[in-house]
T-cell receptor
Framework: NAGVTQTPKFQVLKTGQSMTLQCAQD?????MYWYRQDPGMGLRLIYY???????DKGEVPNGYNVSRLNKREFSLRLESAAPSQTSVYFC????????????FGQGTRLTVV | RKEVEQDPGPFNVPEGATVAFNCTYS??????FFWYRQDCRKEPKLLMS???SGNEDGRFTAQLNRASQYISLLIRDSKLSDSATYLC??????????????FGKGTKLSVKP
């Protein structure tokens, strides 16, 4: 019953460093998402992937890149971290083509100093 | 701008109270509506879907008013364990698809003994 698994759970980066957040789901979902959550801002969509091989920008894509490695895995990369990217990041997945329930990973708490 | 608006609260209520949360959405083409619950420092989880005719799940009742683009959640006989942030979620259709899920910023509920 793993569902959506994110790694790491916590990370501290220095400004300018790069890192990749990993996400994997075992529910055979086609759609996967990356959100960030900031106090007072709610959940905002960074990137999404409607199916394997496709990715699209969400509301706040600047400073991020994504890779849909296969159907299970969807990674988020910060090429040059900035303090404004300090946030909690959530990966989610859902059935393809439907706005059905999204299942979330446990989140990654990222601090950029 | 994609808009799902909620009263941020906090709502501080005694055990046993009835509390209602409201949400408005700006896209008249939205077809899918949900309430999610998020506990402190945890991932969001689906509480219930919202159907056109309204629906009930135990102490929780959800209502949808398409004409006013308004969703509500009623919690009866509040329990301490209901303390959480409640997120209103709406799909944002595009290109003929169901689109993505857009989250409100959440309403914080605190139930006191």
């Amino acid at each position: 019953n793993a569902g959506v698994t994110q790694t790491p759970k916590f990370q501290v980066l220095k400004t300018g460093q790069s890192m990749t957040l990993q996400c994997a789901q075992d529910m055979n979902h086609n759609s996967m998402y990356w959100y960030r959550q900031d106090p007072g801002m709610g959940l905002r969509l960074i990137y999404y992937s409607a199916s394997e091989g496709t990715t699209d920008k969400g509301e706040v894509p600047n400073g991020y890149n994504v890779s849909r490695l296969n159907k299970r895995e969807f990674s988020l990369r910060l090429e040059s971290a900035a303090p404004s990217q300090t946030s909690v990041y959530f990966c989610a997945s859902s059935e393809s083509g439907k706005a059905t329930e999204a299942f979330f990973g446990q989140g990654t708490r990222l601090t950029v100093v | 701008r994609k808009e799902v608006e909620q009263d941020p609260g906090p709502f501080n209520v005694p055990e046993g109270a009835t509390v209602a949360f409201n949400c408005t959405y700006s896209n008249s083409a939205s077809q899918s509506f949900f309430w999610y619950r998020q506990d402190c420092r945890k991932e969001p989880k689906l509480l219930m879907s919202v159907y056109s005719s309204g629906n009930e799940d135990g102490r929780f009742t959800a209502q949808l008013n398409r004409a006013s683009q308004y969703i509500s959640l009623l919690i009866r006989d509040s329990k301490l364990s209901d303390s959480a942030t409640y997120l209103c979620v709406v799909n944002w259709p595009y290109g003929g698809s169901q689109g993505n899920l857009i989250f409100g910023k959440g309403t914080k509920l605190s139930v006191k003994p």
